[in-house]
Nanobody, 130 residues
Framework: QVQLVESGGGLVQAGDSLTLSCEVSGRLYNTYAMAWFRQAPGKEREFVGSIAWGGGYTYYTDSLKGRFTVYKDNAKNTVYLQMNSLKPEDTAVYYC???????????????????????WGKGTLVTVSS
């Protein structure tokens, strides 16, 4: 069993930067993919970016590449999402998720589908004002 707790959300202005944290507890395996998703009101949950727990592979949705960065600190069991140049359309609840990619490849599995994730946090709200 894996538990995920997101933090760091809040109200910011357009153009600001914000870093979200996802603290992970439980047994973690090198085959795990750690991912950030977001869900705006009335919209489907969408993939933001992911990072391999056992290595340095990352993957981003094209529209956010270069503005959002996913990184991790294995010693702290924490995954981060750094968001720069925030826009009002980035307003959403941001979720951290885990999927075990055992038996599959990193690039064949990404972008991850929210319906295939194994564990979720409860999310943290980010509101970007114009």
């Amino acid at each position: 069993q894996v538990q995920l707790v997101e933090s760091g959300g809040g109200l910011v202005q357009a153009g600001d930067s914000l870093t979200l944290s996802c603290e992970v507890s439980g047994r973690l395996y090198n085959t795990y993919a750690m991912a950030w998703f977001r869900q705006a009101p009335g919209k489907e949950r969408e993939f933001v970016g992911s990072i391999a727990w056992g290595g340095g592979y990352t993957y981003y949705t094209d529209s956010l590449k270069g503005r959002f960065t996913v990184y991790k600190d294995n010693a702290k069991n924490t995954v981060y999402l750094q968001m720069n140049s925030l826009k009002p359309e980035d307003t959403a609840v941001y979720y951290c998720g885990v999927r075990d990619l055992i038996g599959t490849g990193w690039y064949s599995s990404n972008p991850l589908d929210y319906r295939t994730m194994d564990y979720w946090g409860k999310g943290t709200l980010v509101t970007v004002s114009s």
